[in-house]
């Protein structure tokens, strides 16, 4: 079962933003679809690495086009970015230890952080960027 499922609600209205936010989301439900079933580690941290891998890509993305506006908000908005992969990296370990409640713990992170920085923080920014003529 999809732990975040993508609609027009999550759209902030940036085309390139909406398909990173759309792969992000695949990659979180495919970390939801290993909870709970019996996967070695390996498999484990490949998914957790693709997701994270992705995450500093899109991180990236939006650090140049912030830069590329002189966005005001940006560095909030890119503290954001650094304290959500700092959190990642340490709950990624309960994840591949098996630890149960760890691993849904993150699996409710992902999904809450992702749906709430989407819905705040980067659709003032893509207000921002609209104003500027990108879409």
Same mark, same amino acid.
């Given at each position: 079962?999809a732990l975040i499922t993508?609609?027009? *609600?999550l $759209?902030v209205?940036v085309s390139e933003? =909406?398909?990173q936010? %759309?792969?992000l /989301?695949d990659? @979180?439900?495919? !970390?939801?679809?290993? $909870?709970?079933k019996? &996967?070695s580690?390996a498999?484990? %941290? $490949?998914?957790l =690495?693709?997701? *994270?891998?992705?995450t500093? !890509?899109?991180?990236?993305?939006e650090a140049?086009?912030m830069q %590329? /506006?002189q966005y005001a #908000?940006s560095?909030?908005?890119?503290h954001e970015?650094?304290?959500f992969?700092?959190? !990642?990296?340490? *709950?990624?370990q309960g994840?591949t230890?098996?630890q149960?409640?760890q691993? %849904? #713990?993150?699996l &409710?992170?992902?999904?809450n952080?992702?749906?709430?920085h /989407?819905?705040?923080t980067?659709r003032?920014?893509?207000?921002?960027l609209?104003a500027?003529? @990108?879409?």
């Amino acid at each position: 079962m999809a732990l975040i499922t993508w609609s027009n *609600m999550l $759209s902030v209205g940036v085309s390139e933003m =909406d398909r990173q936010h %759309q792969v992000l /989301i695949d990659l @979180i439900n495919r !970390v939801g679809d290993l $909870s709970g079933k019996t &996967v070695s580690k390996a498999d484990q %941290q $490949s998914v957790l =690495d693709a997701m *994270m891998n992705y995450t500093l !890509v899109h991180f990236k993305f939006e650090a140049d086009l912030m830069q %590329q /506006i002189q966005y005001a #908000e940006s560095k909030a908005h890119l503290h954001e970015h650094d304290d959500f992969v700092a959190k !990642v990296q340490g *709950m990624a370990q309960g994840f591949t230890s098996g630890q149960g409640t760890q691993a %849904q #713990e993150l699996l &409710v992170f992902l999904r809450n952080w992702l749906v709430t920085h /989407i819905l705040n923080t980067d659709r003032a920014f893509a207000k921002a960027l609209n104003a500027k003529g @990108i879409r």
